[in-house]
């Protein structure tokens, strides 16, 4: 019995020095806030974009660059997921499979020229049916250029999806398109409504807890004084005094027939200055509903979480935003998770939980999305590093 105990002893030994050997590490260099703890919960995907949990505490990340959707688990309950597999798969890479959201025992999908569901009805853990619910003769969609990256969110009953501007900032009349407006249908794919317009990419829409209301994240224009500017070294510090600082990324709350200014209004009420003399400005301006918050110029507002729970002190209610950086600012900007405050329904100040950006010169992350776990964590996607991160309030 003794030699029998005594393997047994080495083997856990062993076990328990594997799993530690293979645990990722947090890049040396990333900051995070008092308070908070940052570990890595997967590190085997490559280039996790967005994701969405089950009833069962399944999480599901989208792998645009590979088609697929990979299911993951926690067996052990330790704070990583230990088992990867795929839960639908063969997609090409170039449909944009981004999206992901589960309703009524289904995870829907949405890449550019469709939005699907799938459901795993033999218990194997892999989807083997899947349905079209849009395809490309429903949906909004264009050419594939630009922000192809597919907003979903299903809502009493609704699906509300969006596509980005073709271009950085397409000048064109607001019916000449069908992207950059929300739209909703029935979840049978039925009764198509415009819901909002004048949106640039905003790639996740939310709804805020206790409410109906529909919020996003909306990134902010590239190029906008390079026409003022002149044909300066757009990477020297001199080159862009005003490109640098303008316009902001937004946080809007998204309103059934509201307009939000794309692409000839930007921030609050600033004119896009690539359109200073456009004949109709005034116009657009009188129409725009400004944002509700601003944040950093090409911080590339990714999505957002609406946090509800209390394992964060007094987060219930507030959103958190990842911010991927953006490549049009001679200083870096964003690479970090953010937290906006709210009170009674507005929000009030921003704070950073977790950077990425080492001595403001050095890259370390680019968060992609987040979501709130069951255990009242939040967990983002890096999709430089090849991370999800899990980030736990731990106390002062």
């Known amino acids: 019995m003794k030699t029998r105990a005594l393997l047994i002893y080495l083997a856990t030994l062993l076990v328990v020095g594997l799993s530690q050997s293979y645990a ?21 995907i490559k280039k996790p974009r967005f ?23 926690d067996n052990d309950g330790d704070g990583r997921y230990e088992s990867v597999m795929p839960f639908i798969e063969g997609k090409d890479p170039k449909s944009k499979l981004q999206g992901v959201q589960f309703h009524n025992g289904w995870l829907y999908f949405a890449q550019l020229n469709a939005i699907s569901r799938a459901k795993d009805t033999n218990g194997d853990g892999k989807a083997d049916k899947v349905e079209e619910v849009l395809g490309a003769n429903d949906l ?61 990419n905003s790639e996740k829409l939310v709804i805020r807890p206790g409410t109906d209301e ?4 909306d990134h902010d224009v590239d190029m906008m004084a390079w026409g003022l500017e002149g044909k300066r070294d757009k990477k020297a510090a001199e080159g862009q005094p005003i490109t640098d600082h303008n316009p902001p990324a937004e946080l809007n709350h998204y309103q059934e027939g509201k307009f939000y200014g794309h692409p000839w209004i930007v921030g609050k009420m600033m004119p896009n200055l690539m359109f200073i003399d456009h004949p109709e400005l005034i116009k657009y301006a009188r129409m725009t509903t400004i944002p509700e918050w601003t944040m950093p110029a090409h911080c590339s ?26 490549w049009n600012s001679t200083q870096k900007v964003g690479y970090c998770l953010s937290r906006i405050l709210f009170e009674d329904g507005h ?25 709130q776990a069951p255990d009242g964590s939040i967990l983002f996607s890096d999709d430089m590093g090849n991370k999800v991160y899990r980030l736990k309030y731990v106390g002062k």
Request: glycine content about 12%; charged content about 25%; proline content about 4%.
């Open 301 to 326: 507002a990714n999505s957002l979480i609406f946090y509800k729970g209390i394992k964060i002190p007094k987060g219930h209610g507030d959103a958190f935003v990842a911010q991927k950086g953006g």
């Open 51 to 73: 994701m969405a949990f089950d009833k069962n505490g399944t999480l599901y990340v989208s792998v645009i660059n590979e088609g697929k959707i990979l299911a993951c688990q």
């Open 140 to 200: 909004p969609t264009g050419k594939p250029t630009g922000h192809r990256w597919r907003a979903l969110m299903i809502h009493k009953g609704r699906i509300y999806t969006h596509v980005g501007d073709q271009t950085n900032a397409t000048d064109e009349p607001i019916n000449a398109s069908e992207r950059k407006k929300i739209w909703s249908f029935a979840l049978d794919g039925s009764d198509k409504k415009l819901f909002a317009s004048g949106i640039r």
């Open 24 to 44: 990722a590490e947090v890049p040396d260099g990333v900051w995070v806030r008092d308070g908070y703890e940052l570990t890595v919960a997967e590190d085997t």
């Open 347 to 371: 929000p009030y100040g921003e704070q950073k939980m977790v950077s990425f950006l080492k001595d403001g010169k050095e890259i370390l992350g680019r968060p992609a999305d987040c979501v």
């Open 214 to 217: 529909i919020w996003g994240v």
